[in-house]
């Protein structure tokens, strides 16, 4: 690239360069473009930033680099190599994501104006503290899908403005954070984290959403959350978590809660008692057979969407979820139900909008009135996926044509008032009484027949 072709743009603030094949940064004179803020290099075949122009003095607007994809960039070993470091360059975005990065040294040590640094996809097994102990003005840092094992607690203990971190997809087993007071979002997904003690973090009283699934993660400790009083996202999906009645102690802003696919089998009783924000809780893909009456679920009044699909369930009673006045959506698909107490449910939770029961052992018949039922009031249901209709179903949900509903109109009658369960004892009564008139008929019949043949005898005699 000739230097004229970008001199005659002084006024140039953001600079597309993606999928060529650049193999370098010298040739781009950045220098003549003195209001340049944006400069994307992603999808180039980048090896080098050696003598990259980015030291201009003349150059005071604030500039972004990004330099992901598919560029070939090697190693940022020294302040020579990695030439942006120098002071006068007031850099605000880096993007260096999915390159060949395998070590940074000093090369960032300078850029103390630096608030978005995103190094996705690289090969780092490591950052140490002297990485970026001068960098102090980051907000976003992204380090996601790398080769990092440990994490140096000292490495953002001067990144006091640090609003975003993301450790997703490494191979983390340790982590520790201090002094990050305006920290709103961790994302520590897909590691190989064992056991999470946040009793060290009770500093982040600002953080708002923390990502911790697909871990190893079996103990939950009563005071591991218990500083985090600001937090409104928590995602312990994918472990082995072991709860507790103070698994959430002090999480009274918590909007969501998800604890699928964890082997669950047993919720404590106040194991979701401070959760009185919460809204979403997904109890998906464990290994719960009942629920308890309504203490589990008591203090969820606020709750929009409840998740209990692919378990072990046999029977859901309404007693269950009646606290839960706010219910939006019910997925109870995937379980063992072969009986609902769908009209009772639907008429305890008047904002029920969505019902998925796929995948349960219901009969057709049941589930021809249930989906009737939910027609009638306008509610949405969820069919099987890649479905077959050449087997039993019933608008889309398989069913089993040869069971036949059990007692279903003295269950349902029952538990919504008693009311056929009434008529039926009366029916009976009836007919008991009724037999014990034609036995009593029966026996003065018996008792007047047996009188007249003794009159009979007697008139015999006199003759």
């Known amino acids: ?8 743009l002084p006024s140039l603030t953001s600079l597309q360069m993606t999928n060529n094949k650049l193999t370098s940064l010298n040739t781009i004179p950045l220098c003549e473009l003195k209001n340049l803020r944006e400069l994307n ?26 330099l992901n994809n598919e560029n070939l960039v090697l190693g940022l ?41 995103n190094l996705e996809g690289n090969k780092l097994e490591s950052i140490l503290n002297k990485h970026l102990s001068s960098v102090k003005s980051l907000e976003t840092v992204n380090l996601k899908n790398n080769l990092l094992e440990n994490i140096d607690e000292r490495i953002f203990s001067n990144q006091t403005d640090l609003l975003y971190l993301d450790l997703s997809y490494n191979r983390i087993t340790n982590f520790s954070i201090n002094n990050a007071p305006l920290l709103e979002y961790i994302s520590l997904g897909h590691n190989m984290l064992n056991t999470f003690s946040l009793t060290y973090l009770n500093d982040l009283n600002k953080l708002k959403t923390l990502m911790l699934h697909n ?24 472990n082995k978590i072991k709860l507790q009645n103070d698994s959430f102690t002090n999480l009274y802003k918590l909007e969501q809660l998800s604890l699928s696919n964890n ?38 009044v606020n709750l929009e969407i409840l998740n209990i699909s692919y378990n072990r369930l046999e029977e859901l009673n309404f007693a269950t979820i009646d606290p839960l006045n706010n219910l939006n959506v019910l997925d109870i698909a995937g379980n063992r139900l072969h009986y609902i107490q769908y009209d009772v449910i ?16 219901l009969s057709c018949e049941l589930l021809y009135k249930i989906i009737t039922f939910l027609k009638h009031r306008n509610m949405s249901y969820t069919i099987s996926e890649e479905f077959d209709y050449t087997k039993e179903n019933v608008a889309g949900i398989y069913c089993d044509s040869e069971k036949k509903i059990v007692s279903e109109s003295l269950i349902n ?7 056929y369960a009434l008529l039926i004892l009366g029916g009976i009564l009836g007919v008991v ?15 007047f027949l047996k009188e007249e043949i003794v009159q009979s005898g007697r008139i015999r005699t006199d003759r």
């Open 1 to 8: 690239m000739e230097d004229e072709s970008l001199q005659q």
């Open 41 to 66: 290099l992603s999808n180039n075949s980048i090896y080098s930033l050696k003598n990259a122009q980015f030291y201009c003095r003349e150059l005071s607007n604030n500039v972004g680099l990004n």
């Open 77 to 117: 070993d020294s302040k020579e190599y990695f030439s942006i470091s120098d002071k006068t360059f007031k850099l605000e975005k880096l993007d260096l994501s999915y390159n060949n990065i395998s070590e940074l040294s000093y090369a960032l040590a300078d850029l103390q104006n630096l608030k978005m640094l």
């Open 215 to 238: 871990n190893k993660i079996q103990d939950v400790y009563p005071s591991t959350f218990q500083g985090l009083i600001a937090l409104e996202e928590l995602d312990l999906s994918n």
């Open 263 to 300: 082997s669950i089998s047993v919720l404590p009783l106040y194991v979701f008692r401070n959760l009185t924000n919460l809204k979403t809780l997904d109890l998906s893909k464990n290994m719960l057979r009942t629920l308890s009456t309504n203490v589990t679920f008591r203090n969820l």
């Open 346 to 361: 639907i008429s305890r939770l008047p904002l029920l909008s969505v019902l998925n029961l796929k995948a349960n052992l």
């Open 413 to 419: 009658e029952h538990m919504s008032g008693g009311g």
């Open 433 to 447: 009484l009724v037999l014990i008139v034609i036995v009593v008929s029966l026996f003065k019949i018996h008792l």
